[in-house]
């Protein structure tokens, strides 16, 4: 499974991409307000950063309006995704830039339908939202499961991005359950990779090294 970052903060994305484990990053309008700098300007930046795709979303919610921000967004950089909300005017904005050969995400996806609509209309990537689902005690894990069965079922080409990420159980639940991608925020991405044993086991062997070499 990839792991993508679930933030515009460029410090972050350089701090953790030189791990070598970040294939990718995603963006929405609430991260990118958080920064409180201008929308293209970032992106730009991180699609520098990382190699991988980069989530752009639109703000127009006409298929005219999402169409001509997508066309706009895809000349800032090779790796940019557009990211296009779940509703009607977002699949036909959708079914006219796959024709383009533009990469879309279709975002904020809650049930197996409206995944596998977002997949007919020619969506490079969907995104459900684990934590939102669980938040109204729905389960999650049984969406990501049934969404790679479909996938894998009709050979469609669509990857998963399990989105809505709260924490390391998010991360390992998706895993298990067949999604491309997690994307992660980067609050939770540093406890991917640490364990309070392994701190502590680290000051056990430096106390005893010293120990040893007095
Ligand atoms: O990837 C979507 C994410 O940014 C939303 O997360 O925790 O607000 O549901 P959350």
């Not at 990839?2 to 963006?27: H, M, P, Q, S, W």
């Not at 795709?53 to 005219?64: I, K, M, N, Q, Y």
């Not at 050979?155 to 809505?164: D, L, M, T, V």
């Amino acid at each position: 499974m990839k792991y993508f970052l679930d933030t515009a903060n460029v410090d972050e994305i350089r701090r953790l991409n030189a791990l070598g484990i970040v294939d990718g990053v995603t963006t929405n309008p609430t991260i990118i307000s958080r920064e409180g700098r201008d929308f293209e300007t970032v992106i730009k930046e991180i699609c520098t950063i990382v190699n991988g795709p980069v989530s752009a979303e639109v703000t127009g919610l006409t298929r005219e309006e999402m169409i001509e921000e997508a066309r706009n967004i895809s000349k800032w950089a090779d790796n940019v995704i557009i990211k296009i909300p779940m509703t009607e005017e977002g699949l036909a904005a959708v079914n006219v830039l796959s024709k383009e050969n533009i990469k879309t995400n279709v975002t904020l996806i809650f049930t197996v339908s409206q995944g596998l609509s977002a997949i007919k209309a020619g969506a490079t990537y969907i995104s459900p939202f684990i934590g939102r689902l669980e938040d109204i005690g729905t389960d999650a894990y049984a969406l990501i499961e049934d969404l790679r069965h479909i996938i894998d079922f009709y050979g469609y080409n669509a990857e998963i991005i399990a989105a809505s990420i709260r924490g390391l159980p998010h991360v390992e639940g998706v895993a298990k359950r067949g999604a491309h991608i997690a994307t992660i925020p980067d609050t939770v991405f540093a406890k991917l990779f640490s364990h309070p044993l392994t701190d502590q086991g680290i000051a056990t062997f430096m106390k005893d090294w010293a120990a040893f070499k007095k």
